[in-house]
């Protein structure tokens, strides 16, 4: 089986962390780098917490600090939620540091996908800053994304809401940086993020979350 090589850009957050351990022993997926950013709470603390899940699942791959706060608006947290450290509650090891690699979040991104032979798929379950980043620096990485996959927006009652109104967490936080990539995605699939709240989709429901994919599958 051929894997699929993924990067991940993550704000854990214990629900986030749900996400990434699933990712990273799913037989399909190649787990090439991890990007921790702020959102949930504090970079510091995002950055932490992703080094010290790696260090409870015994897994390897490189990780490396994302951006401290957003484009242009005020940063905000989730610390009401997920505690103040993102995963209080949780007993984890210390931080594997062996796992973190130098250099800008971006550039990165870029060596990764650059060097390798398969187009690579993007996954931003946190808030879309360092994506944003990437694709304003290296456009010409483009043909050599396979997907992006989205965790952001939220209904409003009957109405899906777009990432240039009130969504919640990964674009709410950051809808400029959404706005900065998004007309320009080749192929990408956008999660709602209440799809993760609730035990089933009507059908109504979800023929809305297609409508507001847009040109998205």
């Given at each position: 089986m051929n894997k699929k090589p993924l990067i991940i850009s993550t704000d854990p957050g214990i629900d986030d962390a749900v996400c990434l351990t699933?990712?990273?022993?799913?037989?399909?997926l190649d787990v090439k780098l991890i990007v921790p950013t702020w959102g949930n709470v504090s970079l510091e603390k995002t950055l932490n917490n992703t080094l010290r899940l790696q260090a409870f699942l015994g897994t390897k791959v490189p990780v490396v600090a994302g951006a401290k706060l957003p484009l242009v608006k005020e940063a905000?947290?989730?610390?009401?939620?997920?505690?103040?450290?993102?995963?209080?509650?949780?007993?984890?090891?210390?931080?594997?540091?062996?796992?973190?690699?130098?250099?800008?979040?971006?550039?990165?991104?870029?060596?990764?996908?650059?060097?390798s032979p398969?187009?690579?798929?993007?996954?931003?379950i946190g808030p879309a800053t360092d994506f944003a980043l990437y694709f304003r620096q290296y456009p010409e990485d483009l043909d050599k994304i396979d997907r992006l996959y989205i965790m952001g927006g939220a209904w409003a009652g009957a109405t899906t809401v777009l990432t240039t109104n009130i969504t919640f967490p990964g674009t709410r936080k950051q809808p400029r940086s959404s706005l900065t990539w998004a007309p320009r995605a080749w192929t990408s699939t956008w999660l709602l993020w209440k799809?993760?709240?609730?035990p089933s989709l009507t059908r109504p429901a979800l023929k809305k979350s297609r409508l507001w994919a847009g040109s998205g599958k």
């Open positions: 699933i990712a990273l022993f799913a037989k399909e905000i947290d989730a610390s009401e939620v997920h505690g103040a450290s993102g995963m209080d509650g949780f007993d984890f090891p210390e931080a594997d540091q062996s796992l973190l690699v130098e250099g800008l979040a971006a550039t990165k991104i870029h060596e990764v996908v650059s060097q398969e187009k690579v798929t993007l996954m931003q799809s993760a709240t609730r």
